[in-house]
């Protein structure tokens, strides 16, 4: 089993996705040829940028075209689940391209993993983040009406191979969500390392973390 693990560090939006695809269908070619591939962990933070999945509302983007001009963001629809989001510099995005088959992983189990390596990543900083009952990501006093979320988690599949992934706020500068729902959410706020903790965070040692737990509980799936 390969696992390549790259940092494409600040990379646009678009050309992230073009080249997410090109490894996402090659693994699905590879696997329905009995091919060997390489699965791929790959992270990066992208320029300001705002996503609506599949299931999105265009509702939920609260600007228009013009406001998106002055903001220095864009706005891309895009072929995975959930709503609308929000990418951009010191934010750690992570996209796992993986055949799911050989974690022994189904779709939600591989969902949970991804929440799961943030929740430590957290617990690393001292701070408490789990799940919400009715919602994917990582969550900060989920069950509360102060619930308020740390990373956003939209994934695509097909043969049981996975593209897109998790947006986790480390330095993220929080006032972009404003003009959005975020995850189509109209009653529930977001928040990052940053603010947490008060400072600002070593992006690069949570790359660290992150990479680590996600490998790890991807070798204890496999076990």
Same mark, same amino acid.
């Given at each position: 089993?390969?696992?390549?693990?790259?940092?494409?560090?600040?990379?646009?939006?678009?050309? $992230?996705?073009?080249? *997410?695809?090109?490894?996402?269908?090659?693994?699905?070619?590879?696997?329905?040829?009995?091919?060997? #591939?390489?699965? =791929?962990?790959?992270?990066?933070?992208? @320029?300001? /940028?705002?996503?609506?999945?599949?299931?999105?509302? !265009?509702?939920?983007?609260?600007?228009?075209?013009?406001?998106?001009?002055? +903001?220095?963001?864009?706005?891309?629809?895009?072929?995975?689940?959930? !709503?609308?989001?929000?990418?951009?510099?010191?934010?750690?995005?992570?996209?796992? +391209?993986?055949?799911?088959?050989? #974690? =022994?992983?189904?779709?939600?189990?591989?969902?949970?993993?991804?929440?799961?390596?943030?929740?430590? /990543?957290? &617990? =690393?900083?001292?701070?408490?983040?789990?799940?919400?009952?009715? $919602?994917?990501?990582?969550?900060?006093?989920?069950?509360?009406?102060?619930?308020?979320?740390?990373? %956003?988690?939209?994934?695509?599949?097909?043969?049981?191979?996975?593209?897109?992934?998790?947006?986790?706020?480390?330095?993220? !500068?929080?006032?972009?969500?404003?003009?959005?729902? @975020?995850?189509?959410?109209?009653?529930?706020?977001?928040?990052?390392?940053?603010?947490?903790?008060?400072?600002?965070? !070593?992006?690069? &040692?949570?790359?660290?973390?992150?990479?680590?737990?996600?490998? *790890?509980?991807? %070798?204890?799936?496999?076990?």
């Amino acid at each position: 089993m390969k696992l390549e693990y790259t940092d494409w560090n600040l990379v646009s939006y678009a050309e $992230a996705w073009k080249m *997410q695809t090109l490894l996402f269908d090659e693994i699905v070619r590879a696997k329905l040829a009995g091919e060997p #591939y390489t699965n =791929h962990l790959i992270i990066c933070e992208h @320029p300001h /940028v705002y996503t609506l999945g599949r299931s999105g509302k !265009d509702q939920n983007l609260l600007i228009g075209e013009e406001q998106l001009k002055k +903001i220095g963001a864009t706005l891309y629809h895009i072929d995975r689940g959930g !709503d609308i989001t929000y990418h951009g510099p010191g934010q750690l995005v992570c996209y796992p +391209i993986l055949n799911l088959d050989e #974690y =022994h992983l189904g779709l939600k189990e591989y969902v949970h993993a991804l929440e799961g390596a943030v929740i430590n /990543v957290c &617990q =690393h900083f001292g701070i408490k983040s789990g799940r919400l009952s009715s $919602a994917t990501g990582v969550w900060l006093d989920s069950e509360t009406p102060r619930a308020r979320k740390i990373c %956003a988690i939209g994934v695509r599949s097909s043969h049981y191979v996975t593209m897109h992934g998790l947006a986790f706020n480390v330095n993220t !500068d929080l006032k972009y969500f404003q003009y959005i729902n @975020p995850c189509g959410f109209m009653d529930k706020g977001v928040t990052s390392l940053e603010k947490e903790l008060n400072e600002k965070v !070593d992006m690069e &040692q949570v790359k660290v973390l992150l990479r680590q737990e996600i490998e *790890q509980l991807l %070798a204890d799936k496999n076990k």
